[in-house]
């Protein structure tokens, strides 16, 4: 490793993006085929206190993980207002289940002061902006406070993550993003679910495979694109969390 391993990251090159681009590089060439155990336990010794998870309750894979290494680390949801009761019930659920501290983040407008400022169902006229106010920006006022976070982004989820690093910087907030399972097929994961118990959303059984905003969010036909419901018919694959 480099010299800036866990016991050697200051707080002065905490704050230095050079040398957190340094870090990274060294780190993900390190950790690029390493068990996910391993790169979640690089990442809570390297950055302590000041690190979080980011999950949208699809299921609690990467909890798990690293609830088992750090308990009591950060959750982050994004509670957008649209989300499915199920979706709620799950980030409920995760709370009371795994030892965790949830951290949910609402928008700086409620549904109703949104539609009364800029128009009922922003989500059709023009999703990127919905997206942007109701998932973005409140993401960046929760990682204000981190020098990293843990995702659970994996490769063969769409072609705009399959250049996806087991570690990397983010270069628009100046922060270390982490991505245990970016390696993982569907099949890892879901064995990781059966093998482990992990709690998943049971929108995923009802067809619905990857889960954001109700109003944005089909059912997906079986042996289809799993990301397919997302957005479908606008050409939009991302929020804009991960782009």
């Known amino acids: 490793m480099s010299p800036l391993t866990s016991r050697g990251l200051t707080q002065t090159s905490l704050e230095d993006p050079e040398?957190?681009?340094?870090?990274?590089?060294?780190?993900?060439?390190?950790?690029?085929?390493?068990?996910?155990?391993?790169?979640?336990?690089?990442?809570?010794?390297?950055?302590?206190?000041?690190?979080?998870?980011?999950s949208s309750m699809t299921d609690a894979v990467i909890i798990h993980l690293a609830s088992a290494i750090r308990p009591g680390i950060d959750v982050v949801f994004l509670d957008t207002g649209y989300h499915f009761a199920e979706t709620i019930g799950t980030r409920d659920a995760v709370g009371v289940v795994y030892p965790v501290n949830l951290v949910n983040v609402t928008p700086s407008r409620t549904?109703?002061?949104?539609?009364?400022?800029?128009?009922?169902?922003?989500?059709?006229?023009?999703?990127?902006?919905?997206?942007?106010?109701?998932?973005?920006?409140?993401?960046?006022?929760?990682?204000?406070?981190?020098?990293?976070?843990?995702?659970?982004?994996?490769?063969?989820e769409t072609s705009r993550r399959r250049q996806a690093q087991v570690v990397e910087w983010d270069d628009r907030r100046e922060m270390v993003k982490v991505n245990p399972i970016v390696s993982w097929t569907q099949k890892q994961v879901d064995d990781y679910i059966i093998t482990n118990g992990v709690l998943v959303n049971p929108l995923v059984y009802d067809g619905y495979p990857s889960i954001g905003c109700a109003t944005c969010t089909l059912r997906v036909e079986a042996g289809a694109d799993p990301r397919s419901g997302r957005w479908a018919g606008t050409g939009k694959t991302e929020c804009g969390i991960h782009a």
């Not at 060439?29 to 790169?39: F, N």
Request: aromatic share 6%; net charge negative.
């Open 111 to 156: 549904v109703a002061e949104q539609d009364a400022e800029l128009g009922p169902r922003l989500y059709g006229r023009n999703p990127d902006l919905c997206c942007y106010l109701r998932k973005v920006e409140p993401l960046e006022r929760a990682l204000a406070n981190s020098d990293a976070w843990i995702t659970g982004v994996r490769r063969d």
């Open 19 to 54: 040398q957190m681009r340094t870090l990274v590089e060294q780190a993900a060439a390190d950790l690029a085929d390493a068990p996910a155990e391993e790169v979640i336990s690089w990442a809570a010794d390297t950055f302590g206190e000041r690190i979080c998870i980011t």
